[in-house]
C-alpha cells in the first residue's frame, strides 16, 4: 500500500510542476520534453513521469505522437475563442452566486485581493497577472460551487497562457485601466448583494477584457505567416 501511495504522490507532484511550467510559459508552446532529463531533474524515476504526462495529454496540456515524443501544446486562436467563450458562459454565474452566499470573511479576502490588483500591462508583466488572477478567483470560489470553482480553475489555467499574448500587443493604457477600475465595481456589487448586476458586469468586463482581443490577434499572425509563405 505504501509504495502505491508513493507513486501516486510522486506522479502528482510531476503533474503540478510541469503544469506549472507550461501555465508559466517557463515551458514554451511547442517545446519538447526530454523525460529522462526531467526525471532527473525532479529527482524520480521515469515511472511517475510518465504517468503525469498521460494526465496531462488526457487534459491537452501536452501533444504525444506515435514515436513517443512529447511537446508542450501548441497555443490557436480557436482554442482562445474556445476558452473565452467558456469563461463568458460560466463566470458570471458563479459571480451571482458569490452575491448572493460570500460571507464576511470572503468580503474580507475579496478586498484584499482587489487592493493587490495592478494594470494587466507589459510595465506590470507578471506580477500584474497573478494578482489578476488571484482577485477573479476570490470572487468565483466565492460561489460556493465546486464543480464550477474547479472548471474555473481550470480554465483559468489555460486562459493564462493567451493573457501572456495579450500583454505584448499595443492595446493602450486606457482599456487596461477601464479593466481595472471594473474589478473594484464587481467587488463592490458581490459585497452589495446585487447579483444581476454583478453578473452583468462581469460579462461586459469579458467581452473588453484582454483574453478578448488575442483570438484575432492569433489570426492576424497566421494570416501574416501565410502571406510570407
Known sequence: MSGANAFSSKGGLAYTELRRRITSGELSPGSRLSQYELADELGMSITPLREAIRRLASEDWVEMDAHRDVRVASMSAAEARELLEVRYSLEPSATELAALRRTEDEIAAMRAAADALLPVTRAWGEEAITAHRAFHRAIYATSHNKVLTRLLDDLWDKADRYRRIGLALPAGEDP??????????????????????????????????????????????????????
Do not use: K, Q
Not at 477600475?181 to 446585487?194: M, S, T, Y
Open 176 to 229: 487596461r485601466t477601464v479593466d481595472l477600475n471594473e474589478h473594484h465595481e464587481i467587488l463592490e456589487l458581490v459585497v452589495d448583494g446585487d447579483a444581476a448586476g454583478a453578473a452583468d458586469l462581469v460579462r461586459s468586463h469579458i467581452r473588453h477584457s484582454l483574453g478578448a482581443v488575442v483570438p484575432g490577434a492569433l489570426e492576424n499572425r497566421a494570416g501574416a505567416g501565410a502571406l510570407h509563405t
